[in-house]
């Protein structure tokens, strides 16, 4: 008694697990995780360090290269790589492919214990060093805060608020505040008072440090009681540092006077000058609050728990508050998995309408139910295996479908040929099921092998597309599993045969009359019809050299980006006047719902597939909601040329979100040692990047800054006793303000900054008339002592390193709706016939690197499933020829993928690749299913010529509906983005993988086992 007459046996025990797997199907469906697109892991962390004072070359000599050794230290990472800037080394440190997110924390404690190592080796005044590994954390729900009247201070109370309350909702995990102002508490010193009465720096400083400063006091025993004593004096008002007493110190450190601060400086409180960021709203301030969630949460009851609890709150916002989303992954993940859902039900229409018209009612519901008990018993692995619903996870159970129906058509189509034939319901089921067993299984694992590469690449493309493995692999399972047990039951209990159709040859009509002389001729001119197979596989070659080269397409999100960069050392209040204008412009065209923008800085990572700006100085961000996304290209060109048109200073760069881990169209690195040499290398690059056509053609290091250099005397100064450090504070001091302590007000640390009054810190000739604090003389000396003249000069305002070699990166972008290939193409061979010196190199980077890593990496698993495969299928035949002949196919399954894409106008992008990848294992699905026949009818006793004709006969109508089921099920994956050349490889190349089955297997067979034709079918 094989499985499926055990099933047929115990019907009811079948039935009831059936009924069992559906209901359980649904509740997972209900409770699996959602998302819009698959999570892949961020495998950056970041390290900044400042370093206060210091050139973008002392940063990178003192600082940036001596964490990057001890970070190399590390056998896990990958690549480590460097910003240098005045004052700030941040340093990126990429960690291989290989480690997961499980691996992760545990080598970021690794490399913070390596980061601490390093810390004794840093020079005096270097700050510790700040490692930040939660950099690819996303916030997908992310709303401004704005306020008509209320300050940004009030803003930022509203938004910790709000903070406080939300983190208590389930499955948030972190809540981010962004674009607050910070409060400082500003003495603004008179230069001349202080010059006149002598009162050193160091007297301040130490007067105003002092006065806020919790030192423990010690503790009483009372009694029983062990009393802590509690001192006050913590200043609490700005009236308080007003007042506070001033004690001069002469040379000889003996107290000469004592004044009140309010007497020689100007005390208020206000707002950080100048501002490290702005936000705005619709061209309103504004702060932003970003939501994320936790690992594995559902976000879709995430972001209905937040809204309750918003609305719930509403009493207590101030009026005049308002809370505008900027993203709503909630929304967004709902409506993209209800247009999927939508998608999945057409297919599912589309299969059952194709099987009732070519197999009846009665064979097409048996097998559009064990279609929905595999879909339900998938739901229920998803869930326990922790795999969300997603882009691709969905997209998945639509590429399956078809396949998913190939097994139940085999047993039902073996079972409808048998009981026509008058053979007992019961035994037709057991001896399909008994003869297909191996064959099937074999078949559905080499099906499931053929997507085994995506499930083994370890990059961040192979990890965002895992699960379209994972799904194929446990639906398909689950497919063979049903179509051996419920199907032969349901057969069993309603297949019917009509009055006059038993006993009667299935394959006496008009097709398979004509399918068999087409096959009497194709193997008859064998030679004629392997030649005609070649000549068209050589043609597709032809096809594939034509088709456009992409990686991920853009995003059909109703929303883009606009990158604004201006001169590296453009003050931020002009940044903000000028993007302030261009996003008036944009906000008053009617196809634009809403803008938010970002002066000098990024947005927090709202989508995975977004990363924030790491330099962002004199850089303005506008994220711009549409009303129809298909407006998306005309609305960037014409913003784009508005901003050329009237800000020529200003280099625009609009962008789409993309769908998948992707980067720039072209970057071009050059390797060397002479920052000199990389820059006029650039500019040569930059030269025919502009000649053929690129966009936004900009590089990392951007444009040289003017620099005020004083040269310092040290001679001169030592002789009245000024250090290097009294001559960089007084700099300080009389510009930027020096930061002498901190005003504690609840929860918030307010510096304090001493500065020079307004007349004096905005004036730059004032520089000659700075005095400058002699610690060791303690007096005042003019600055005109202590230095040798003041320079003017243009210095690189960074620097970039990878591996600890400087590079110099160039990038553009193609023309508004192009591919990003299409540039690339035109730029690579000019850049790479440039001529470049000894000791420098060039490296392409972008989307070319991506793409080629992510083929490499799905490639290197490729061979060893290859050999799983061919394994299996001389296991199943216990022969060479037949592999063989199997193989011999899958090359020219090409010829469908390359005509089809070509016809299309589709680019053969990664998706595609992917679906090529796929088509190889359901030709050999076929194929085995066919050869397996033509072994059975062999065994039977037929003749070799007649065993091949009555298997392709036999086996036409469930390969053909098998084939059909998929090609039509894919429509509806036309009109998605994401994988409509992916669909558009699949169906044109399983439509002639189908003719290839069906008609050049048995031309191949019979070549291999020389079958002739017999004379007496005459000849054809």
């Not at 705005?280 to 009851?301: P, R, W, Y």
């Not at 879909?375 to 997209?395: C, D, H, N, P, Y």
């Not at 169209?665 to 390797?671: L, M």
């Not at 690059?685 to 800054?705: D, F, L, N």
């Amino acid at each position: 008694m094989n499985i499926a007459e055990y099933a047929i046996k115990k019907r009811t025990v079948t039935l009831i697990f059936t009924l069992f797997v559906i209901i359980a199907g649904y509740f997972s469906y209900e409770n699996l995780g959602r998302l819009e697109d698959p999570e892949f892991t961020v495998k950056d962390a970041l390290i900044i360090t400042y370093y206060p004072g210091a050139s973008a070359k002392e940063v990178a000599e003192e600082v940036s290269d001596k964490i990057e050794t001890k970070i190399q230290e590390l056998g896990e990472v990958k690549e480590v790589q460097a910003l240098n800037k005045r004052g700030t080394s941040v340093i990126t440190v990429t960690m291989k492919n290989k480690y997961g997110k499980k691996d992760l924390p545990l080598i970021w404690q690794k490399l913070r214990s390596k980061i601490d190592d390093v810390i004794p080796q840093l020079p005096p005044g270097v700050s510790k060093p700040i490692v930040n590994d939660d950099f690819g954390d996303v916030y997908g729900t992310l709303y401004a805060v704005t306020g008509e009247g209320f300050s940004y201070k009030e803003l930022y109370d509203y938004a910790k608020f709000l903070r406080k309350q939300l983190l208590l909702v389930k499955d948030v995990a972190k809540i981010d505040i962004q674009g607050q102002q910070p409060e400082t508490i500003y003495i603004e010193l008179n230069r001349d008072k202080i010059a006149t009465l002598g009162i050193g720096l160091d007297d301040i400083f130490d007067s105003l440090n002092n006065k806020n400063t919790l030192v423990p006091a010690g503790k009483v025993k009372v009694g029983s009681d062990y009393i802590t004593i509690n001192p006050t004096g913590k200043v609490d008002a700005v009236n308080d540092i007003k007042n506070l007493v001033i004690e001069s110190k002469d040379h000889d450190n003996k107290s000469s006077r004592l004044i009140y601060l309010k007497d020689i400086a100007k005390v208020y409180r206000g707002y950080q000058e100048p501002a490290s960021k702005y936000i705005e709203f619709n061209g309103t301030q504004a702060v932003t609050l970003g939501i994320s969630t936790v690992q594995g949460g559902n976000v879709v009851k995430m972001g209905e728990a937040v809204e309750a609890k918003l609305h719930q709150l509403q009493a207590e916002i101030p009026v005049g508050i308002e809370l505008h989303p900027i993203s709503l992954q909630s929304d967004r993940v709902t409506a993209s998995i209800n247009a999927f859902m939508v998608n999945l039900m057409e297919a599912v229409v589309i299969v059952i309408a194709v099987l009732m018209i070519f197999m009846g009612f009665r064979s097409a519901s048996i097998i559009g139910t064990a279609l929905f008990v595999t879909v339900m018993a998938t739901f229920i692995i998803m869930k326990m295996q922790g795999i969300m619903l997603e882009r691709i996870s969905l997209g998945a159970l639509i590429i399956a479908l078809g396949m998913l129906v190939d097994n139940a058509i085999v047993v039902i189509d073996g079972m409808l040929v048998r009981i026509q034939k008058g053979m007992d319901r019961v035994k037709a089921a057991g001896e399909v099921v008994s003869q297909s067993f191996w064959p099937l299984l074999g078949a559905t694992i080499i099906a499931v092998l053929a997507f085994g590469a995506i499930g083994l690449s370890q990059d961040s493309t192979g990890e965002y597309t895992r699960s379209l493995f994972y799904v194929i692999l446990y639906s398909l399972l689950l497919s063979w599993l049903v179509a051996i047990t419920v199907v032969p039951l349901l057969g069993v209990m309603f297949i019917k045969v009509k009055a006059g159709e038993a006993n009667k040859d299935p394959f006496d009509n008009k097709f398979y009359r004509w399918m068999k002389s087409v096959l009497v001729v194709l193997i008859r001119r064998r030679w004629i019809t392997v030649m005609v197979m070649v000549g068209l596989l050589a043609l597709s070659f032809l096809a594939f050299s034509n088709l456009k080269n992409s990686f991920f397409p853009s995003s059909t999100r109703d929303q883009f980006m606009f990158h604004l960069y201006f001169a590296e050392d453009t003050d931020i209040s002009q940044v903000k006047k000028i993007t302030d204008k261009i996003e008036h412009v944009i906000r008053q065209d009617d196809k634009v719902k809403d803008v938010t923008s970002f002066i000098d800085s990024g947005a927090p990572r709202f989508l995975l597939t977004y990363t924030p700006e790491k330099d962002p100085s004199g850089y303005g961000f506008l994220v711009i909601t549409v009303k129809d996304y298909h407006d998306i290209p005309a609305l960037m060109a014409k913003f784009r040329q508005y901003v050329i048109d009237h800000y020529p200073s200003v280099l625009p760069r609009p962008e789409q979100f993309a769908l998948g881990p992707t980067n720039p169209a072209v970057e071009a690195v050059i390797y060397g040692p002479n920052p000199d040499v990389l820059r006029h290398i650039g500019e040569e690059i930059k030269a025919i990047m502009r000649e053929k056509g690129g966009t936004a053609i900009r590089s990392e290091w951007r444009e040289r800054v003017k620099e005020v250099v004083p040269v310092f005397d040290e001679a001169r100064a030592s002789e009245v006793g000024v250090t290097r450090e009294d001559f960089n504070k007084s700099l300080d001091l009389n510009f930027d303000g020096l930061t002498v302590g901190y005003y504690r007000e609840q929860d918030e640390m307010i510096p304090m900054v001493t500065r020079a009054s307004e007349q004096d810190r905005l004036d730059v000739s004032q520089i000659n008339n700075i005095q400058v604090w002699s610690s060791g003389a303690r007096k005042y000396v003019p600055i005109n002592q202590v230095i040798k003249k003041i320079e003017v000069k243009f210095v690189d305002a960074a620097s970039h390193t990878k591996n600890r070699m400087r590079k110099f990166k160039v990038m553009c972008d193609p023309a508004i709706g192009a591919l990003k290939s299409s540039i690339f193409e035109k730029v690579k061979a000019p850049i790479e016939a440039l001529k470049l010196p000894d000791g420098y190199r060039l490296e392409w980077e972008g989307e070319y690197k991506s793409s080629n890593d992510a083929k490499e990496s799905l490639m290197a698993s490729i061979p060893m499933f290859v050999v799983m495969m061919v394994l299996i299928v001389v296991m199943l035949f216990n022969s060479v020829k037949e592999p063989i002949i199997i193989w011999l196919t899958v090359p020219l399954a090409l010829v469908g993928v390359g005509f089809g894409l070509y016809t299309a106008d589709k680019p053969f992008d990664f998706m595609a690749l992917l679906g090529f990848l796929s088509l190889t294992g359901m030709l050999i699905k076929n194929s085995i299913v066919l050869i397996d026949e033509i072994n059975l009818e062999l065994s039977n006793g037929k003749e070799k010529f007649d065993a091949v004709i009555h298997s392709v006969l036999s086996r036409t109508r469930p390969v053909s509906m098998g084939a059909l089921t998929t090609v039509l099920g894919m429509i509806p994956l036309l009109t998605d983005a994401f994988f409509v050349a992916m669909a558009v490889a699949i169906m044109a190349g399983l439509a002639f993988s189908t003719v290839l089955t069906l008609l050049f297997v048995p031309v191949l067979y019979a070549i291999f086992h020389k079958i002739q034709v017999p004379e007496n079918l005459g000849k054809g």
